[in-house]
């Protein structure tokens, strides 16, 4: 059994938070590129810009790409042959995050209590962790930082099996172009499909940590992303909803078995400073 | 058409302005989300008088990153505006509020406060909070500061790049 220090854990998902709120991933930003190149709307030609300059000012600067440096949701994979010296998985990364979000000056943005007092926490605690026991001594921790704007354009609709794809193609179609510009398109569309309600959520949010545009490895679903994507961008909602031929960078589909009765469908945007980092312990 | 622009405005220059014009913000502009704009509310509700003086100002709906070493502000990008639509109306009719800075949509409650007494929506771009983190020389909070990241803020801008998504006519790009 390896064992790995309760600290190093603080210490290592302190920096992850610095690194993904202000480096925009690789793929990401070659996907701006790629995407600018598609566009042939004035203003949303100048919002590319835009973001690649912050971009590169973020990164430069170390200031985040967002001012909304988001619930802090980790996914972590822990391997079957590892444990930690001292407490909870969860007490380390909610610490890290507590010293993390300080120590880069990234903005605190969790209330206490959802409906009442709405009292801000002041450290950005507690976060999300979704813990997945897996074969090994690893410790993978992948943080994506989530922004309220994206996050409140989020879609779950149980289909009737009778939906079918057409049922999907509609739906996913529909929310993203009723988000308008609020997430900040150009966005990543992360979609679930099948599982139980609370999974297909799951799903969706897990979509998004996909390099952007590699496709489906099921050509079935690869097609569906493709046809998804190709009818989201001819909304012509465009960049910030003020128009244009890019609405969103890609969609990216999950999918998992699912009760015979049920297609629940779900449907999760990052904007376009899609941020994630991802450490291996 | 492109403006070089800077606050505090008159009735007559927002009027002028029309949707798809580019702007270049300058000048002192404060900033509020819903928590704040909520206390503002409830303060003309109570007939109080308000802890700044909204007339012929805008407000750019933000809560910025805390100040680095060395900056006034961190990253301070917009933040989605329907949320403030219950309360816009308010200050529109009662403070003379000129302008709003944020992104997304409007209702329509909005639009025809914004119509009938002279007021512009400007789109700043979301998701570029470092890039418009330069575009802010000063920051210090004006009230509300309990309020941490949603408190209100006087932000002094230079060249803040802005579209202007609704103007004082209806018109809109969304």
Excluded: W
Excluded at chain 2, 148 to 161: F, M, S, T
């Amino acid at each position: 059994m390896r064992v790995i220090s309760f600290d190093s854990v603080v210490t290592t998902v302190a920096g992850l938070c610095g690194q993904a709120a202000c480096i925009l991933p690789d793929d990401v930003l070659a996907a701006l590129h790629t995407s600018r190149q598609k566009e042939s709307g004035e203003l949303a030609l100048d919002f590319f810009d835009q973001y690649i300059r912050n971009a590169e000012l973020a990164k430069n600067e170390q200031l985040p790409l967002c001012q909304d440096t988001g619930f802090a949701v980790f996914f972590a994979e822990m391997g079957a042959d590892v444990k930690l010296d001292k407490g909870t998985l969860y007490e380390a990364v909610n610490e890290g995050v507590r010293q993390g979000y300080l120590k880069f000056f990234l903005r605190k943005s969790i209330v206490a209590d959802p409906l009442f007092d709405r009292k801000n926490t002041r450290d950005n605690t507690p976060c999300i962790l979704h813990l997945k026991q897996v074969p090994g001594e690893q410790l993978k921790l992948t943080l994506a930082p989530k922004g309220g704007g994206s996050e409140n354009m989020s879609a779950l609709k149980m289909l009737k099996p009778s939906d079918g794809r057409q049922g999907v193609v509609d739906f996913v179609v529909d929310s993203v172009v009723k988000a308008g510009g609020n997430p900040c398109p150009p966005t990543v569309v992360g979609v679930g499909i099948g599982g139980t309600m609370e999974y297909a959520a799951f799903m969706a949010k897990k979509a998004l940590l996909r390099k952007i545009g590699e496709p489906s490895a099921d050509p079935r679903y690869a097609d569906l992303e493709a046809e998804i994507l190709q009818k989201i961008n001819a909304s012509g909602v465009g960049s910030q909803g003020l128009g244009g031929d890019i609405t969103s960078l890609a969609v990216h589909i999950e999918y998992h078995p699912c009760h015979l009765a049920s297609l629940p469908v779900a449907v999760n945007l990052n904007c376009h400073a899609a941020r994630h980092a991802e450490v291996i312990l | 058409m492109k403006y070089k622009l800077t606050t505090p405005f008159d009735e007559k220059l927002i009027r002028s302005l029309h949707a798809g014009d580019k702007v270049e913000l300058s000048g002192t502009v404060y900033t509020g989300r819903d928590a704040a704009h909520k206390r503002l509310v409830a303060l003309l509700d109570a007939g109080e008088k308000l802890p700044v003086d909204l007339d012929g100002q805008a407000i750019y709906f933000v809560g910025p990153c805390p100040p680095p070493p060395g900056r006034p502000i961190g990253s301070a990008g917009p933040t989605t505006s329907g949320r403030m639509d219950a309360y816009s109306p308010r200050l529109i009719a009662e403070c003379a509020l000129r302008a709003m800075i944020g992104k997304g949509d409007r209702a329509e409650n909005v639009k025809s406060a914004m119509k009938e007494y002279g007021c512009v929506y400007f789109a700043a771009t979301g998701g570029a909070g470092a890039l418009i983190a330069n575009s802010i020389v000063a920051a210090e909070v004006v009230a509300f500061e309990d309020l941490g990241p949603e408190a209100i803020y006087k932000l002094e801008l230079r060249d803040l790049p802005l579209v202007v998504a609704i103007d004082a006519e209806g018109n809109s790009l969304y």
